[in-house]
């Protein structure tokens, strides 16, 4: 069986480490429990927070010990940003926030069996923490030099927008976490973003001054794309992981489009599949790139993961009935709106009724009214997936998806939306 520390080297999940040598040695030794914190500054975790819950699943399936913090005092205070302040989220907000990601991070560890994982929140060990005895304690080990060395912080200093205090006591507080794991559950090591480096070391150094002991770090790399653009981004945001905020569909379609640059590493990254199946998947984008299977085994792997079977059955077939290669009439209410949603939609009135060079013109497809018409006499015009040719026909909201819908698409891969309004 491969090691776990070659499985997430294999999968380029390792970016940095302290000694992978004597974290080996400590899991040949036994379970070790690890921890990874997730802070509540937004209503939900995003991509980057997924690398780090699969990292964590992959952990805990090899046998070790998982500790998910989600951090209600961090949250409050926020993990200093390299470009500008954070804005203070109110109290009730963050711990709103709290519950909201916890139910996010339970669905990916497994709280039963000898390995169980814990959830924890650090505001249990700070709330009633006294200013003086944070200092004496806690910040007595801390070196101003070394603080000032971490990459946000010389970033913000540089910068005209400088740092406060707040901000850049945070690697106090999430060092005193790992201190505080380390004497709770025996936690030695923590893993996280590469861009969290600092805030990893700075947990180290504590347990060391403080306890004696040794404890390690890894930090996966930050995923970028082969275009240059941010990962995890898309035209509308960030791509997020509550499907309020980011619909299964569009979620779907953004591993659906991924480079074929980027698609393997994305397989190994965020898919259990192994090293057969990922080398099989490589060797078709190869020899194969229109097919783009390596993009759908993505897509389907990843929106199940996150979304469940029913939702990625929903967002495949959704895709197929847009481009003429499915029932659109059966499509969820909730899974066309979203997926028009995608494509771009544009509000007309339903009265007086729209022709279909009116519907053409105002939807983006074509440049004009006249460039419309040629598009529906050319036979290249498609309404609800039905040809138009009669270039004087209208729609009511009777003709409409859902008395509120028209899917226009023109040849076969253009589309776009048109809603209705009564």
């Not at 771009?344 to 007086?352: D, E, H, I």
């Not at 519907?359 to 039905?386: C, H, M, P, Q, T």
């Not at 909201?397 to 008395?403: E, F, I, Q, T, V």
Request: with cysteine.
């Amino acid at each position: 069986m491969t090691h776990i520390l070659d499985e997430l080297t294999w999968r380029g999940l390792i970016a940095v480490s302290t000694d992978l040598g004597a974290l080996r040695t400590a899991m040949d030794d036994g379970p070790v429990t690890y921890y990874c914190g997730f802070d509540p500054t937004a209503p939900s975790l995003h991509l980057g927070n997924l690398v780090q819950l699969l990292t964590m699943r992959r952990l805990q399936v090899a046998g070790h010990r998982p500790l998910a913090l989600v951090g209600g005092a961090t949250g409050l205070i926020g993990d200093p940003r390299p470009t500008a302040e954070r804005s203070l989220n109110a109290p009730e907000l963050v711990a709103e926030w709290v519950e909201r990601i916890k139910a996010q991070v339970m669905p990916y560890l497994d709280f039963s069996g000898s390995n169980a994982a814990t959830m924890v929140n650090n505001l249990d060990w700070t709330a009633d923490l006294s200013a003086i005895s944070l200092l004496r304690d806690v910040g007595k080990h801390f070196r101003v030099n070394k603080m000032l060395s971490k990459d946000a912080v010389s970033a913000r200093l540089t910068s005209d927008a400088g740092i406060s205090y707040t901000e850049f006591s945070y690697q106090v507080l999430q060092g005193m976490d790992f201190l505080e794991l380390y004497r709770r559950f025996g936690c030695t090591l923590q893993t996280g973003g590469s861009d969290q480096w600092g805030n990893l070391t700075a947990g180290l150094d504590l347990i060391h001054r403080v306890e004696g002991a040794v404890a390690h770090a890894l930090a996966t790399p930050l995923i970028t794309k082969a275009d240059g653009t941010k990962f995890g981004k898309t035209e509308t945001g960030t791509v997020w992981l509550d499907p309020t905020m980011t619909s299964p569909y569009a979620f779907y379609q953004f591993w659906i489009n991924a480079d074929d640059r980027d698609v393997i590493n994305y397989l190994k990254i965020f898919s259990f599949r192994g090293r057969d199946e990922i080398d099989e998947l490589a060797k078709a984008v190869a020899d194969r790139p229109a097919a783009r299977e390596a993009q759908r085994a993505l897509a389907q792997d990843v929106t199940t993961l996150v979304h469940g079977a029913a939702e990625t059955t929903a967002a495949i077939d959704a895709s197929a009935a847009l481009f003429g290669r499915g029932e659109l009439t059966a499509l969820p209410p909730a899974t066309l709106e979203a997926a028009l949603r995608e494509t771009g939609v544009v509000a007309l009135p339903g009265s007086p009724p729209p022709t279909v060079i009116d519907v053409f013109a105002a939807s983006g497809l074509v440049d004009s009214k006249s460039a419309a018409r040629r598009a529906i006499v050319e036979g290249g015009a498609y309404v609800n997936n039905v040809k138009v040719t009669d270039v004087d026909t209208v729609f009511t909201p009777d003709d409409a998806l859902r008395g509120r819908w028209l899917v226009l698409r023109r040849g076969k891969r253009s589309v776009a939306g048109v809603e209705l309004q009564t």
